[in-house]
C-alpha cells in the first residue's frame, strides 16, 4: 500500500560524495542473496534460490509472511531472478528464513507439473481462441494453457498433471494429449528437461555447456541460437531466464553486452569510471553526460571530464602537457615495452604469453610482433603463422 512506501531523498554539493552515497544506498538495498548448497557430481556449489512461484501473488504472498515471522523484508527480483533481504544481516537471521524457502521449493518441486501437447486443426484452433483456451485455463490454471503455432502446425500446450489434461481435451473434443518431447538436440537424451519456445529440447548438462561456450567463447556470437541442425533460430531471453541459474544469466549478459559494445566500439565507449559497468554514446559534438549508474559526468565526444572553457583538442593538450610527463611515459614504455594500440591509442603492457593481444579499449586484436590490427581471433594466428 501507499503508507508502506518510503522516500528517501539525498542531496549533495559533492558529486563525489553523492555518487558514495547512492552506492551505500543501493548496496543496503540490494542486500544479500538467498543461496543453497547444491551437490553437482562430486562439487558442491552456491545457487541462488528461485523458483518461477515467486514471480506470482502467491509468490509475493509467501515471501512477506516469511519475511515478518523473522522481522525482515524478503523481495522477489523478477528481473533478476533472485530472492534479496535488504539491509545487513548476520546468518542466525537469514537460516530460518533460507529453511522455510527451502521447504517451499522442495514442496513445488514435488509437486511438478508435466507439459502436455495436442496438435489441432484450423477449426480446433479457432475455436479455443474464441473462448475454449479460458475454458481450458478453468481446469488446468491460469497461465498453464496455451495456444502457439509452430510453422505450418497449429499446437496447445498443457502444464499440468495427466489427469487434467485429458479432461481438458475430453470437455472440448479435442485429440488426446501427448507427453513428451524429442530427444536433447546434442546427445539425443529422451524426454530433455529443457524446452525452448522453438520447440527442441537439451537436457541440463548439454544446455548449461553450450550457454558456458557462448559466455567464453573468444569470438562470441550473438544472439545465441539454439543448436538443433534444422533450427539455427535465437533463443529468446525467457527462456533463458528460466532455465540459466541467475549467475549463468548474468555471465551471458555481461558477454552479450562487451561483443555489443566491440560491433559498435566507433558509436559507445565505458564510462570513464574504472569500476563502473555502464557505457554512454559517442558524439560528433561536445555534451555532458551523467552516468547514471555512478554519476560520473564525461564529455561524450572526448571521452574526459567536462571542460567548458576549453575545446575537447585544447583540453587533451592540456591533459597531455600537465597530467602525463612526456619524458617519464617515453621512459617507461621503453623499460616495460608498453605500447600504443594504432586503432584507439589505449595504452598497452603486454605481461607474457603469446604475441596475440586484445587491446582493451577498443578490443581490436593486435600482432604484437608488428602490431598489425584484426578484427578476429583467428586472423591474428593466421598472420603469425604465415609470418
Same mark, same amino acid.
Not at 479460458?134 to 496447445?156: F, H, P, Q, T
Not at 498443457?158 to 485429458?166: G, K, M, Q, V
Not at 619524458?327 to 586503432?343: H, V
Given at each position: ?17 553523492? @555518487?558514495?552515497? $547512492?552506492?551505500?544506498?543501493? /548496496? !543496503?538495498?540490494? &542486500? %544479500? +542473496? ?5 551437490? *553437482? ?77 495436442? @496438435?489441432?486443426? $484450423?477449426?480446433?484452433?479457432? /475455436? !479455443?481462441?474464441? &473462448? %475454449? +483456451? ?5 481446469? *488446468? ?247
Amino acid at each position: 500500500s501507499k503508507d508502506d512506501l518510503v522516500t528517501l531523498r539525498v542531496s549533495s554539493e559533492s558529486q563525489k560524495n553523492m @555518487s558514495a552515497i $547512492k552506492e551505500l544506498i543501493e /548496496r !543496503l538495498y540490494r &542486500g %544479500g +542473496l538467498l543461496q543453497r548448497d547444491v551437490h *553437482v557430481d562430486d562439487e558442491v556449489r552456491e545457487v541462488e534460490l528461485w523458483d518461477p512461484f515467486f514471480e506470482t501473488a502467491g509468490g509475493d504472498a509467501f515471501l512477506r509472511d516469511v519475511g515478518r515471522d523473522a522481522g525482515v523484508v524478503v523481495l522477489a527480483d523478477r528481473e533478476a531472478q533472485l530472492i534479496r533481504i535488504p539491509g545487513l544481516h548476520n546468518n542466525k537471521v537469514l537460516e530460518p528464513v533460507i529453511k522455510k524457502i527451502e521447504e517451499m521449493m522442495d514442496s513445488l518441486r514435488q509437486a511438478t507439473k508435466v507439459e502436455f501437447r495436442v @496438435s489441432l486443426d $484450423k477449426t480446433m484452433f479457432h /475455436r !479455443l481462441v474464441k &473462448g %475454449g +483456451l479460458k475454458e481450458a485455463e478453468k481446469i *488446468v490454471g491460469a497461465g498453464n494453457a496455451k495456444l502457439k503455432i509452430e510453422g505450418s502446425s497449429r499446437v496447445m500446450f498443457f502444464t499440468c498433471a495427466e489427469e487434467s489434461a485429458r479432461r481438458v481435451c475430453k470437455q472440448l473434443g479435442l485429440p488426446s494429449p501427448t507427453a513428451g518431447h524429442q530427444g536433447c538436440a546434442i546427445c539425443d537424451t529422451a524426454d530433455p528437461p529443457v524446452q525452448l519456445s522453438c520447440g527442441h529440447g537439451y537436457c541440463k548438462d548439454c544446455f548449461d555447456m553450450q550457454m558456458h561456450v557462448a559466455s567464453t567463447a573468444r569470438d562470441k556470437r550473438f544472439p545465441t541460437l539454439c543448436y538443433h541442425p534444422s533450427c539455427n533460430k535465437a533463443i529468446i531471453l525467457p527462456d533463458l531466464r528460466r532455465y540459466l541459474t541467475p549467475s549463468q544469466f548474468t555471465s551471458l549478459l555481461s558477454a552479450s553486452i562487451i561483443q555489443h559494445r566491440i560491433t559498435f566500439q566507433k558509436s559507445l565507449r565505458p564510462c570513464r569510471k574504472p569500476d563502473c559497468p555502464d557505457i554512454c554514446a559517442i558524439t560528433t559534438t561536445p555534451i555532458l553526460h551523467t552516468c547514471q549508474a555512478c554519476l560520473t559526468t564525461t564529455c561524450t565526444h572526448c571521452g574526459t571530464e567536462p571542460h567548458p572553457d576549453w575545446t575537447c583538442e585544447e583540453h587533451t593538450q592540456h591533459r597531455d602537457n600537465t597530467i602525463r610527463d612526456p619524458m617519464q611515459l617515453a621512459a617507461y614504455k621503453r623499460e616495460t615495452d608498453t605500447r600504443d594500440c594504432p586503432n584507439c591509442h589505449t595504452l598497452i603492457e603486454k605481461d607474457g604469453g603469446c604475441n596475440h593481444v586484445k587491446c582493451p579499449g577498443c578490443y581490436k586484436h593486435l600482432c604484437w610482433k608488428c602490431m598489425a590490427v584484426f578484427d578476429e581471433s583467428h586472423e591474428v594466428y593466421m598472420h603469425l603463422g604465415d609470418a
